[in-house]
């Protein structure tokens, strides 16, 4: 399975992807990395494992719909199957959602469909819920509102600190999403015997 990253920080959520030896085991190629933020982190540690790391500014294009061609002639040369959202902080419009109907997969830090959008770590933290989680789904038009592949539930400790929530979250995630594209490339290698 031949697969790009979108990522706009840190790449956190792709080092657990790229490093990740059953992944490599079971066939997922990381055809490249794109970044709408020529200053990501995620550029250094995808550079440092030999995948292109491809930035294309936002600014640089009058519409969404420019800038979502670029990408996509990029996807296009490299022959990549899914795009792979980890950390991108752009909604993805309707050019990349046509190319790749439910082939665009997103992890949330929440257990959707509770507390969606940009941070969804301190709204269940404020919120003062007793769980919060992380999930994985397949994107569409929505923020955060399409078909929800696997989830996995974070307990909000009474003595957390919004830190302390985040690293369990984050360790949730860096274990829930290699996961998920481990049993997605079972099941599509199943459907092609």
Known sequence: ?????????????????????????????????????????????????????????????????????TIYEYLKQLNVEYIILAGYMRIVGDT???????????????????????????????AKVKQTGVTVHFIDSGIDTGPIIDQVAVPILPTDTIEDLEERIHIQEHLLYPHVLNQLINKMRSNNL
């Open 96 to 126: 990349l959602l046509n190319k790749y109907p439910q082939r665009i997969i997103n992890i949330h830090p929440a257990m959707l469909p509770s507390f969606p959008g940009a941070h969804g770590i301190r709204d269940a933290f404020d």
């Open 1 to 69: 399975m031949r697969v790009a990253i979108f990522s706009s920080g840190t790449g956190t959520n792709f080092e657990a992807i790229a490093d990740n030896k059953d992944l490599k085991k079971a066939g997922l190629v990381i055809s490249c990395v794109i970044t709408d933020n020529p200053l990501a982190k995620v550029i250094e540690k995808s550079k440092a494992r030999g995948i292109e790391t491809i930035v294309i500014d936002k600014s640089e294009y009058k519409t969404k719909k420019e800038y979502e061609e």
